[in-house]
């Protein structure tokens, strides 16, 4: 979950660096294709990262209420 709002946080960053108008003058000299393949990784980043968290949540194996009894045969 941290991990998601940081990069949340930092895609909307990235988006209001990319397209407001007040903050131009601090990205006139950064190409707007470079902020754009950063958004780009950034939101892969993400859904990689929902897609690892909600895999291992799936296959996590719970076994906390498993009982196994063992009987022994006193006849051997």
Do not use: C
């Not at 990319?18 to 902020?35: K, M, N, Y």
């Not at 393949?37 to 968290?53: A, C, D, I, R």
């Not at 076994?63 to 009894?69: A, F, K, Q, R, T």
């Amino acid at each position: 979950m941290k991990t998601s709002i940081i990069l949340i946080t930092a895609l909307i960053l990235n988006t209001s660096l990319l397209f407001a108008e007040p903050l131009s003058t601090l990205v006139q000299g950064i190409s707007p294709w470079v902020l754009g393949v950063v958004e780009g990784l950034l939101l892969m980043v993400y859904f990689v990262n929902k897609w690892v968290s909600r895999l291992t949540r799936e296959f996590m194996l719970d076994i906390g209420y498993l009982d196994v009894s063992v009987i022994k045969d006193h006849k051997k």
